[in-house]
């Protein structure tokens, strides 16, 4: 079966879930999809430099540490001068891509994030510049488009009509959110989706649709980590995804696209101790270390117990080259576009 799933890189439904729900395959799993892995990007390592400009949200996704009902949480935005200082750090450590995330934040009218977009770019012309900003009109996403964005972040989150209302408010709709993904491909952006693993009702046939839908949208970037409660959201005492599971899905997702950057999330660092490295280990080849000015890190916090706020951005790469170094791979200084 895994030999199928490595050529014709796609399953039955009947065969994914029998993948998904034994631990029968995953040693070979994992070593096919680094097999793939090392064929198509060798030993390599792209990072990208992760600012994250606002925790101000409009919304109120049920799992969402920033979600617009945590009283609790203390909000900052950063000035324009804080975010080129802080691409401006990252460039001299070697990023050649930042990524700027940020919760829905009126205030980050498009004409501004069109001057940071292009800001950046006027001083980095060597460099990627990735959003990761949400939901928007796709006259707004043409416009940064415009403006010099190459690559734009956003998670589908499920791809189950009603698991995605479980997990979000009415006033959000699966059905808005793959309009923005395939307008922002129409649009030309290299353009990155995923899922939370383990997330408040999802099945294994919820998976099974991520994986279908992952399929239609043909992403450059895949990002997938596992869900982990937030203490101050109605999903609080909801237990976290799986840290197996997680890793599985990164090895079935590089065997289905080969060429496809997908990271070694945060999320996955988090839930363990060596998840980072063991998602490389499993088909990842994408490292995105925070390069947010270290008081807001800890602000910043879409589930419990993120790791790296404490860190200063050159001790958090620093620590990350060793990681991947350890773990048999390398970090390179360059831009990481998709290979086709
Ligand atoms: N646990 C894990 N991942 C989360 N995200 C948001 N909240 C959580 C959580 N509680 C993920 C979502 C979002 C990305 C930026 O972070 O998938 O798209
Ligand atoms: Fe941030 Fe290790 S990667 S401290």
Redesign the pocket.
């Known amino acids: 079966m895994l030999d199928r799933l490595e050529k014709e890189r796609t399953l039955t439904d009947g065969e994914f879930l029998e993948i998904l729900t034994t631990t029968e395959y995953d040693g070979e799993l994992g070593e096919r999809a680094d097999a793939v892995r090392r064929k198509v990007y060798g030993d390599r390592v792209f990072i990208r430099g992760l600012v994250e400009i606002t925790n101000y949200c409009r919304n109120n996704c049920y799992?969402?540490?920033i979600r617009r009902g945590n009283r609790l949480c203390t909000r900052y935005r950063l000035t324009e001068e804080q975010i080129f200082s802080c691409c401006d750090e990252g460039y001299g450590l070697g990023f050649r891509t930042f990524v700027l995330?940020g919760g829905e934040d009126p205030r980050f009218t498009d004409d501004r994030i069109c001057a940071i977009v292009s800001g950046i770019k006027d001083r980095h012309p060597d460099c990627a510049v990735t959003l990761?900003l949400g939901e928007k009109s796709r006259e707004s996403y043409g416009m940064y488009r415009q403006a010099g964005a190459d690559r734009y972040l956003l998670?589908h989150?499920t791809a189950d009509e009603e698991h995605y209302r479980k997990l979000h408010p009415a006033q959000l709709s699966l059905e808005n959110r793959k309009r923005c993904l395939f307008d922002l491909k129409e649009l030309g952006y290299q353009v990155g989706s995923?899922?939370?693993v383990g997330s408040p009702y999802q099945t294994s046939e919820c998976l099974v649709e991520d994986l279908r839908f992952l399929q239609k949208l043909d992403p450059d970037m895949i990002g997938i980590?596992?869900?982990?409660?937030?203490s101050q959201t109605p999903f609080a005492d909801r237990p976290d995804g799986s840290f197996e599971l997680t890793l599985k899905l990164i090895s079935v997702l590089r065997l289905m696209f080969p060429h496809a950057l997908i990271p070694a999330t945060t999320?996955l660092g988090t839930i363990n101790p060596r998840g980072r490295e063991m998602g490389l280990q499993r088909g990842a080849n994408v490292v995105m270390p925070n390069l947010s000015p270290t008081g807001v890190r800890e602000l910043y916090q879409?589930?419990d117990n993120k790791i790296c706020t404490g860190e200063e951005s050159a001790q958090c790469l620093e620590c990350l080259r060793n990681r991947v170094a350890a773990a048999g791979y390398r970090i390179v200084q360059d831009i990481g576009n998709v290979k086709r």
């Open positions: 799992y969402c540490g995330q990761s998670r989150e995923g899922f939370m980590g596992p869900f982990i409660h937030h999320a879409l589930y």
